[in-house]
Every structure is written in C-alpha cells, then in structure tokens.
C-alpha cells in the first residue's frame, strides 16, 4: 500500500520551526546521522534533534570546520568525515560507524550541491547526481543493518532525503543520466531531486518490513550556501536578492526551512506513513500546472520509475542491501 499525495492536517505550516514540530518530542536514547549537518539547515537540523535528546552523526567534508560549526550545539554531536561524491569515503565511513553498535533511528540526507558548473567526479559521473543522489543511495544501503536495528526498534526507524521543487525541472534522462550529450546545471539539478525523491518512494516500499520508513521533502527557499555557485546577476534576476545584495522574496529562516525534515523524521503523525514526498510540513499534493510550484510531479513519486532507479543505482555504486 502506498501513502497517498494528499494532506494529512499535521497542524503545522511553511512558518513553523523545528521547535515547534519537535515540542513534546523526547529523542533521548535515539541515534541521528545527518549528512552535511554542520552548515545550513543541516546545522540547524542538529541543533534541533541534539536538542530534543537525539544523539547526532554529523558527515561532513571537511571535519576540522564542522567540530567548529557544531562547537555551540547543546547536546551530544558527533562529526565524521564523509565525501558523498566520494564512493570510499561513503564506504570508510559505512565501515567505522557499525564499530560503535548502534543502532540508527534516523538518516537525513541533507547534504547537496546545485547548479554548479559541469563537473565530473568518480568513473566520470555527473556532480550533481552523484553528489545528491549516488552518494546518498550507497550511504543508506551500506549503513542498511545499523539501519535496520533501528527499524527494530520501538517507534521504527525513518530516512528522510531532501529534495526540492527543483525536481520540476527534469524528470530522471534515462537515455542520458550523466548528461554526456550537452550539459544543462538546472536540467542537472532538477534530474538529481527527482532522484532524491525516487529513492524514498523506493526505499520505503523495500524498508518497510524492517520497520523503516522514508520520506523525501523540499525545504521551502532558504538563503543558505547552496547557492553559491549562482552568479550574483542569475540571482538577482531569479528575485532570489535585490540590486544591493540582500535578500528579497519570501525566503524562509534556516528553521523554518530545517523544520519539513525534521518533522518527517520525528513526527507521531507519519509512524504508519511513508514514501511520500512533504513539504511545509505535511505531505505534498500533487503538483498543478507551472514550474517550480508548490507539490510534487507524478513522475517523482511513481514505484516503477523508482525501481528502475534503484537498479540503475545499484549497478553504478555497487552497493544494494536487498539484492538476492
């Protein structure tokens, strides 16, 4: 059975906190990895799952500036180096933590890269979905037993990836996933949050019998780094900042953004819900007509595009905890 695209009247809103989805909640005892939590709203996704009792796994690239970004992080915050366009680092640090014996309760996959120029990481692979989705992909099924024990456990265990209302901009290309016949950064981009998407639908139908579910969401537009690699004019032009260069539109805090993700990871409302894509805190409709709007496309959440996702995901990294 699958979780329908619609509301579920969670309460909350695209002006909620991560304190207010988390008020009542006690994480204590409970295990988070969250992949670039040192920055952004995965800074802000520690703090608040740190706060609310959970122990936190940060994975980031560079460890040195992390333990700083964190240093002020009330509660127990743990960083570790992992590179997600990287398949050994993913695999180093897949291989350190089961050492520890814990159980995971909850993964965000938070980190992620966008509109950058045309880069090729590993065996020739295109950045971004390499980056956002590939790395990801071979993080969650290498980490699939502490994972599992998670799941096992009361109140199950949850993987939220973050996606984007990007993901209207491409579905998956299928004849050309590595855009090696003319590259686009926003086709790019799009491709790689349609993949974000694709693998939560996919691993919430695999996951589910061991008690783990999974859920992708878009943020909302948040003025993080993520945009770094924009040009101040596309961004000027895109109403994202004005002339003089201050932010402009109706751009969310870093706790308003963090608090989709947060709430698909903890919520009481979601423990029988899953593989549905959120956003302002409830789970998406279906998306209208138009580009980069509110709700989700038919094609990032349709279970044989996923599968067909998954298998081509598990040729290129290698890695698959369900194959038979």
């Not at 059975?1 to 906190?17: A, D, E, K, L, V």
């Not at 690239?61 to 993913?90: C, N």
């Not at 959440?301 to 599968?307: G, K, P």
């Amino acid at each position: 059975m699958t979780t329908p695209q619609q509301r579920i009247g969670s309460g909350f809103g695209p002006r909620s906190t991560t304190d207010d989805v988390l008020r009542g909640i006690d994480l204590t005892g409970r295990t988070a990895l969250v992949t670039g939590g040192a920055s952004g709203l995965g800074l802000e996704t520690t703090r608040a799952l740190a706060g609310a009792g959970a122990t936190v796994v940060v994975g980031a690239r560079r460890v040195a500036a992390a333990r700083e970004a964190v240093a002020g992080v009330r509660g127990e915050v743990e960083v570790e180096e992992l590179d997600l366009a990287d398949l050994d680092s993913v695999r180093r640090f897949a291989e350190r933590f089961p050492a520890s014996g814990r159980p995971l309760d909850m993964v965000i996959a938070n980190a992620g890269i966008m509109a950058t120029p045309e880069t090729r990481v590993g065996p020739g692979w295109e950045a971004q979905f390499a980056t956002n989705h590939l790395g990801h992909f071979a993080l969650v099924n290498l980490l699939w037993s502490a994972i599992a024990a998670g799941g096992a456990r009361g109140g199950g265990a949850r993987v939220v990836v973050v996606s984007s209302n990007g993901h209207q901009l491409s579905d998956i290309r299928w004849d050309d996933p590595q855009f090696e016949r003319g590259y686009d950064k926003w086709a790019a981009y799009g491709q790689a949050k349609t993949a974000n998407a694709l693998f939560a639908v996919g691993l919430d139908v695999l996951g589910r019998d061991a008690g783990v579910r999974a859920f992708s969401v878009h943020p909302g537009t948040i003025a993080t780094r993520l945009a770094r690699h924009m040009p101040r004019e596309e961004m000027i032009s895109a109403g994202w900042i004005d002339e003089h260069g201050n932010v402009a539109g109706a751009f969310k805090t870093p706790q308003q953004g963090a608090a989709t993700q947060v709430w698909a990871a903890t919520s009481p409302a979601l423990a029988e819900l899953g593989g549905a894509y959120c956003e302002d805190c409830d789970i998406a409709e279906r998306a209208g007509e138009g580009e980069l709007i509110d709700g989700v496309r038919e094609y990032a959440t349709d279970r044989a595009a996923a599968a067909r996702l998954w298998r081509l995901s598990a040729e290129l990294t290698g890695a698959d905890a369900f194959a038979h």
